[in-house]
């Protein structure tokens, strides 16, 4: 399986450096200037940092979840790994979100985009506390809307974050979106720590418990955004 995954990757890769339009270099600093540069990017940029910082505690939400839905499914419905891959397959409509995001980012603005995609992934795990209220059939079938629905949140917002960050520099978007991508990151690192973590501790409870704060974490980030953007359009006029 391995092999065939990576016999995929450089395929793919092949393709897309065939394919791929190529753009002239605009930059004349050295690689060691530019790893220099990004660090002066995020001091320089504060909506970068909170951008950042909500996308990142949305990843920690998402890899808690990803990393233990097939001991769960296991554990509770005696399901194998292949079942938990069906869900992956229903989380992965999210990827119709970036269009429709960037719709909505262009119509209502990226700052909204990434609140209301906050507050779909926050609800979407939110709703997964009734899973024992409910027969077996409708537990799962409420773990396969949640999985769509954070799913579309996360990828929303991260759209939304990408407009955000984009427009703080044009001619740094690689490395703007570096910077953001590393918070991502390790977002998605901590979240199957804490994720596994809690499972043991807390059950599936624990790892629900923790999406939910982090989602309310990122929504309150983004509000908070918001209002200081309004403050200081009142203040201004």
């Known amino acids: 399986m391995y092999q065939a995954a990576a016999v995929s990757v450089a395929l793919i890769g092949l393709v897309m450096w065939r ?46 979840f990803w990393s233990t839905l097939a001991v769960m499914l296991s554990e509770h419905y005696h399901m194998g790994s292949a079942v938990a891959g069906g869900f992956g397959i229903a989380g992965a409509a999210g990827a119709l979100a970036a269009p429709l995001a960037g719709g909505l980012a262009d119509k209502f603005g990226a700052g909204k985009v990434t609140q209301m995609g906050a507050a ?6 939110a709703l997964m506390f009734v899973l024992p209220l409910l027969p077996v059939h409708a537990q799962l079938a409420l773990i396969a809307l949640s999985a769509i629905g954070f799913d579309l949140g996360l990828q929303s917002s991260l759209v939304a974050h990408q407009n955000l960050v984009y427009g703080l520099e044009p001619q740094a978007r690689g490395r703007l979106n570096a910077l953001l991508f ?35 974490l990122a929504l309150a980030i983004r509000l908070l955004e918001n209002a200081r953007i309004l403050a200081a359009e009142r203040s201004a006029s």
């Open 19 to 64: 394919v791929l339009p190529r753009f002239a270099v605009h930059s004349t600093l050295s690689y060691p200037q530019l790893m220099a540069s990004m660090a002066h990017l995020w001091q320089r940029y504060p909506a970068l940092r909170r951008a950042a910082l909500a996308q990142g505690a949305l990843s920690i939400a998402f890899s808690a």
């Open 120 to 125: 779909l992934v926050t609800l979407s795990f």
């Open 182 to 216: 590393t918070v991502v990151f390790i977002g998605m690192s901590l979240g199957s720590v804490l994720g596994s973590k809690l499972y043991v501790l807390a059950g599936w409870n624990g790892v629900v418990t923790l999406a939910v704060i982090t989602g309310a």
